[in-house]
């Protein structure tokens, strides 16, 4: 039980660093780590990051593909996940201008399409879930 509380203590403080992080992200953008300074090498680095954290999610959705009607928790979590991340590239879009038409792009699937793929899997799991309810059909 102690190592337990040590676990959760360490992981609430450590979370810190990512959550502020994203945040001054999404509040300043490349600006907030040394604007015109900022090295092609650093800008790199964190968009092959950001896409590595993408390329996880995708994955993510992929293995709530088999079962889906079981994988509400996962989806729900995902598409909580592309929501922040759509909106906090709205709160780009507004200040700093009209990206390109793939970031466009990009916004519609994390803010229009993805919730409605958790609906839509919502509404199959709890038909699956009223069928195993009523038993097995004749």
Do not use: N
């Amino acid at each position: 039980m102690r190592e337990r509380e040590a676990l959760q203590r360490v992981v609430a403080v450590a979370a810190i660093i990512p959550v502020a992080s994203g945040l001054f992200g999404i509040l300043f953008g490349l600006g907030g780590v040394g604007g015109d300074s900022l090295s092609q090498i650093s800008a790199d680095s964190h968009f092959r990051y950001l896409s590595g954290l993408l390329t996880g999610i995708g994955i993510l959705f992929w293995s709530c593909v088999p079962a889906i009607e079981a994988k509400s928790r996962l989806f729900r979590f995902l598409t909580l996940v592309v929501v922040l991340g759509g909106l906090a590239r709205l709160l780009g879009l507004y200040l700093t201008g009209l990206p390109s038409a793939v970031m466009l792009g990009a916004l519609a699937m994390e803010l229009v399409v993805t919730p409605l793929l958790c609906l839509w899997q919502m509404r199959v799991a709890a038909k699956a879930a009223d069928a195993a309810a009523a038993g097995p059909s004749p």
